[in-house]
């Protein structure tokens, strides 16, 4: 529990890493009737980082995404590695979608479509997703807006490099 041991990345499970940043917007979804489902295989992890780095990282992806889901909609989450052994998340969602082809706008600051302020997830500075790949791309990681899966309107996909 030393300074130094603090200041150590290590490699993060990503399953638990995304639970800490769903129990920070917990409330809101549960006011919002918006059910937060994590399919990330319990084994799958990232590269060495900081926990808090993963936790802002989720809580930003889900703040997103509880806003877009709508009044009772769902969020789901999903990992795998592939072939490459990379490692790939995905963060999906009902309600809002959002045009893959116009998507690359949504990582420029300021940004945002949020008019309404939310105590907990706030009014939608357009900050979050620029901060998101920004933190990424420290680690050689990329994230993007790809093609749902059936039953969702908006999917987000982070490739981790293989470790």
């Known amino acids: 529990i030393s300074p130094d041991a603090r200041r150590r990345r290590s490699r993060q499970r990503l399953a638990e890493r995304f639970d800490a940043g769903r129990r920070l917007v917990a409330a809101a979804a549960a006011r919002s009737g918006v059910e937060i489902k994590n399919e990330i295989p319990a084994d799958l992890k990232s590269p060495p980082m900081f926990p808090a780095e993963l936790t802002v990282i989720f809580s930003n992806l889900l703040t997103n995404a509880v806003k877009a889901a709508c009044e009772g909609g769902g969020i789901r989450a999903t990992g795998r590695q592939d072939a490459e052994g990379q490692v790939v998340l995905r963060v999906e969602n009902t ?5 893959v082809d116009d998507a690359e706008r949504w990582f420029r600051p300021f940004e945002s479509t949020t008019l309404e302020t ?14 998101t790949r920004n933190m990424l791309e420290e680690y050689g990681a990329s994230i993007q807006f790809v093609s749902p899966s059936r039953g969702f309107a908006t999917a ?3 490739t981790f490099p293989r470790g």
């Open 95 to 99: 309600g809002t979608p959002v045009d």
């Open 118 to 131: 939310d105590p907990v997830l706030g009014q939608g500075m357009g900050m979050g997703l620029p901060i």
């Open 156 to 158: 987000v996909e982070i």
